[in-house]
């Protein structure tokens, strides 16, 4: 166990919807990054939150939305989902902004049918 | 840019074989690398790292030692057990670049008693 968490497990939507995917990092983590894993694309990184700030951005669709709370926790946006967004998307956390170590959440399937 | 290539597999050993799995990379700056665990219906996990080059990186019997003249990061286990039987994924981080790692495709291993 990672101590990072992440809700729900699962999550089975249509095209068109709008999900939220949560990650809560490993207690006194302050730096939260979100990737993609598909089978055509690889793990991909998203976007990476340090402290409540916006610190990097990857492969990060204008659909596709994050932040950081207050409390550390993150929520990533999918809105107007495609088919192609269906894929794992894991959150990971590190104590600092330089990422070296990042222990990673057991993920959020994402089917979107 | 910056990326990483690593043998895709499927690798299918007996139990006690050796084990390589090979890693190239291409980076501007100065990499740090590592070699994940992905073991099924889990998140990452770090197995080994290894911050500047002729550095040796081991965990749990796993070893990779960062070349910088091959730029390469190859992976080693000298006997596999069954519970090896993972996804092994390589990655790089530039220090003091955008604070992301940047993950090869991955490399299923099945490990058979």
């Known amino acids: 166990d990672s101590g990072v968490t992440q809700t729900p497990k699962h999550l089975i939507t249509a095209t068109g919807q709008r999900v939220t995917l949560r990650c809560s990092p490993r207690?006194?983590?302050?730096?939260v990054y979100w990737y993609q894993q598909s089978l055509d694309q690889g793990l991909q990184f998203l976007i990476h939150?340090?402290?409540?700030?916006?610190?990097a951005k990857g492969n990060i669709l204008e659909r596709f939305s994050a932040q950081q709370f207050p409390d550390l926790h993150s929520e990533l946006n999918l809105s107007s989902l495609e088919l192609g967004d269906s894929a794992l998307y894991f959150c990971?956390?590190?104590?600092?902004?330089?990422?070296?170590?990042?222990?990673f959440g057991p993920g959020t399937r994402l089917t979107v049918l | 840019g910056n990326s990483v290539t690593q043998m895709e597999g499927p690798v299918t050993l007996s139990e006690e074989a050796f084990l390589t799995i090979n890693c190239t990379y291409t980076?501007?700056?100065?990499?740090?690398l590592f070699w994940y665990v992905q073991y099924p219906g889990e998140g990452l996990q770090l197995l080994l790292k290894?911050?500047?080059?002729?550095d040796k990186g081991s965990n749990k019997g796993f070893e990779a030692t960062y070349r910088k003249e091959t730029t390469s990061f190859h992976l080693e286990k000298g006997s596999v057990q069954v519970s090896d039987s993972a996804v092994y994924f390589c990655?790089?981080?530039?220090?003091?670049?955008?604070?992301?790692?940047?993950f090869g495709k991955g490399t299923k291993l099945t490990v058979n008693p």
């Open positions: 990971a956390s590190s104590v600092d902004s330089a990422g070296y170590e990042q222990f």
């Open positions: 207690s006194g983590d302050l730096s």
């Open positions: 939150y340090y402290n409540g700030e916006e610190r």
């Open positions: 980076a501007t700056g100065y990499p740090s």
């Open positions: 290894a911050t500047k080059a002729d």
């Open positions: 990655a790089l981080d530039i220090q003091g670049g955008s604070e992301k790692l940047v």
